[in-house]
């Protein structure tokens, strides 16, 4: 079983509002991350955990918060975001962060109104 | 500054015709080069890990190769159901995992 399950599907919310993204794994994956992604574009790599540690941050403003409550689930909490983060944020998660592929879940598409 | 590049943007082939799509890297210690597959506002779906120059990976119509510099994925007598668009992705010596700018594939029956 390869699957990463994002929740939800579809969000729209508005600039003042507080929202998170959900991202589960259960293939004992020791590394997860986010990805955003605009159309027509490549994914952009935003965190990364590992050991449920933050590793990486890739300059992503403060109105992105990841959180990594346990090794099986990620979240990103959002507050103030801005038309322009409207995107598909993807999680993936894979074994470790040396050699080993990462798995994607579906995606949520958010929009910011 | 490490950089991964794909070739062609774009791609129509008629379906039964073979091609190649191109994937060229500068990366500072390469450690595992992956290639995806992507439907419209889908997630990535893996395809192939390839981690040393000469090394060859098959799947179905796919055959995807590795040298020092590029990678290439082979689609041979591709179906329609082979459009998408194919990434691939570099792992590098700072543990990131960053994407190139994609193929996007249009198979016509």
């Known amino acids: 079983d390869t699957e990463v399950t994002q929740t939800p599907k579809h969000l729209v919310m508005g600039m003042t509002n507080k929202k998170s993204l959900k991202c589960e794994q259960h293939m004992g994956h020791r590394a997860m991350y986010w990805y955003k992604q605009k159309a027509k574009k490549p994914p952009e790599l935003m965190f990364v955990y590992s050991y449920e540690k933050l590793s990486i941050n890739e300059s992503v403003p403060s109105r992105f918060s990841p959180e990594c409550p346990n090794s099986s689930l990620l979240n990103l909490h959002l507050h103030a975001l801005q038309p322009e983060d409207s995107a598909l944020y993807l999680c993936?998660?894979?074994?470790?962060?040396?050699?080993?592929?990462?798995?994607f879940g579906q995606g949520t598409r958010l929009t910011v109104v | 500054e490490d950089q991964v590049t794909q070739s062609p943007e774009a791609l129509r082939l008629q379906e039964g015709e073979s091609s190649s799509l191109n994937c060229s890297y500068t990366?500072?210690?390469?450690?595992?080069l992956f290639w995806y597959r992507q439907d419209p506002g889908k997630g990535p779906e893996f395809l192939f890990t390839l981690y040393s120059a000469g090394e060859e990976k098959e799947k179905e119509r796919l055959k995807a190769t590795l040298t020092k510099k590029e990678s290439f994925l082979h689609i041979t007598a591709p179906k329609p159901e082979d459009s998408a668009t194919y990434l691939c992705a570099v792992r590098t010596g700072a543990n990131n995992l960053f994407f190139g700018t994609g193929t996007r594939l249009t198979v016509i029956p």
């Open positions: 990366v500072s210690g390469l450690r595992g």
């Open positions: 993936a998660s894979s074994q470790g962060l040396v050699n080993t592929e990462a798995f």
